[in-house]
């Protein structure tokens, strides 16, 4: 695959791919969340400390989230070596976001609710930053489909995977989805009258159920009884956030009707009218 630029190109410097496309998403998502919070007239002088909770807890997450993944301690890197050098997880990046945000939210005492900032935002950077996991990391398992990815030896023995035969081109899948979950985020769900907060959740548990599905042809090592790690520990988070949805669905949070976050005030606009 192409570890760094110049492996794509000679003329490009030697900086690493994925760590490339990775700061382009950020980037990228940065924008976006400057605009929602600008459309959403959020000015809370507090916000910038959620935003560095996020990105702190999924640094360390991203890393710690794959550190202890053999019974065996001898197999595992150590503690330091693994936050410098050790595989990173998606999921477990999402995860540490979620802790960092609610962290940093206790700390800071901020006490609004945060998700439909970040919903788009997480999708667009989640969309640019697979591009990378698609130029550097194994595509898949062997496809018989025309659309499969042909490794040259080199590149193959660079993954670790079969060099001349097609495979699925997972990251692919995974960029499309983000792609479309952007769009349905930015074009339709934030003009939505959804709860506050309910747009990440469901961004979240579509995500969560798709990379379920598409573990079964990412090649991933499998853990127990045919599952990989991320498919087991979907298996535990999918429920949990199904269960949520539904729990809100039912006090309209998804309606058409405007959201509880708003019947406060309309309360208090009531009570100030004259009898």
Known sequence: MFPTLQDLAP??????????????????????????????GVSDPRLPYLVLGALVGAALLSRLGTWAQHLDPSRNLSFVDQLAHGNASMLSALVGAWLGVHVAKRIVRYPDRTGDLFAPAVALAMCIGRVGCLLTERPGIPTASGWGVVLTPEAAARVGSPAGVGLHPSFVYEIAFHAVAFALLWFWLRHRPIAAGETLTL??????????????????????????????????????????????????AFGSRRPEASIPEERTDRREQPA
């Open 11 to 40: 003329w490009l410097p030697p900086v690493g791919t994925h760590e490339l496309f990775v700061a382009l998403g950020l980037c990228a998502a940065g924008i976006v969340f400057l605009i929602e919070k600008r459309r959403r």
């Open 203 to 252: 961004y979240i548990a579509a995500y969560g159920i798709f990379r379920f599905l598409v573990e079964f042809v990412r090649g991933n090592e499998v853990a127990w009884a045919g599952f990989t790690r991320p498919q087991l520990f979907l298996m535990v988070t999918i429920p949990i956030l199904l269960v949520r949805l539904a729990v809100m669905a039912r006090r309209g």
